[in-house]
């Protein structure tokens, strides 16, 4: 009889046993499962970080673009306005030097004071503005033999002609910076508020991201927790059956 209770007594701590391990195994295939959960939402979660910097630096960038394009429409523009300072003085010297002879010769400084030196540089400011110097029977030459450039009325009236429109066309290009420059700093003012939208999001992906890592970490320990209980829960069984 004790040989029997012995016997049946092995029969049901090998039964506790197995169902013991069969419960193990179960909830090691949940917190298994859980983990693999965890773990695609963390990688989910790290490209939605990843792709929320690499818009924030897109949108920092075009910020950075646009104002140094500002910087640069700006300063060219006070550069224009001086071009045409200088060419507004220079179409009024020439206005001043012109003959009233379209065919007649003045000296080219003649409003200057009528020197070789000034002749011959406002013909060198002339030719810096990009205007045409005619050659020829039309080309600005000492035609009185005083050492003076000379130039024909009508030459010096096209000088006159060209300079205005360049003149013309620096003012335009101002006008049409301007409004660029406008339209820039609209631009960036709404960059500005897509990147507060931007950071503020990426603040909610952290937490979000933090709180996954917390969850791996807490499945992570749970899972080894398991294991172990399962590995001393086995041995004081194998221990129980001898």
């Known amino acids: 009889m004790t040989a029997i209770s012995g016997l049946a007594s092995q029969s049901n701590v090998s039964n506790v046993g197995a169902m013991s391990t069969d419960f193990e195994t179960a909830l090691q295939q949940v917190q298994s499962t859980r983990s693999q959960l965890i773990e695609g939402q963390l990688k989910s979660q790290l490209q939605t970080v990843a792709d929320s910097n ?17 910087n640069q429409l ?3 523009s006070v550069t ?11 179409q009024n010297r020439l206005k001043a030097s012109k003959c009233p002879d379209d065919n007649g010769w003045w000296g080219l400084s003649s409003g200057q004071g009528d020197n070789h030196a000034a002749s011959h540089a406002t013909l060198q400011q002339v030719r810096n503005a990009g ?87 807490e499945a992570t320990d749970l899972m080894t927790n398991t294991m172990k209980s399962s590995s001393d829960h086995r041995s004081n069984i194998i221990s129980n059956t001898k």
């Open 54 to 70: 690499q818009k924030m630096q897109d949108l920092q960038k075009q910020q950075t673009d646009k104002s140094t394009q500002i």
């Open 131 to 217: 205007v045409t110097i005619p050659t020829g029977a039309n080309a600005p030459r000492d035609f009185d033999g005083n050492g003076t450039l000379d130039a024909k009325g009508s030459v010096v009236g096209q000088f006159i002609t060209d300079i205005g429109a360049k003149i013309d066309a620096l003012k335009t290009k101002i006008v049409n910076d301007k409004q660029t420059v406008s339209n820039l700093t609209t631009d960036i003012t709404s960059i500005k508020g897509q990147i507060d939208s931007v950071s503020n999001t990426q603040q909610m992906d952290m937490l979000r991201l933090q709180g996954l890592m917390s969850k791996r970490n």
């Open 74 to 76: 700006q300063s060219q």
């Open 80 to 90: 224009d306005t001086k071009t045409i300072a200088d060419l507004t003085d220079l």
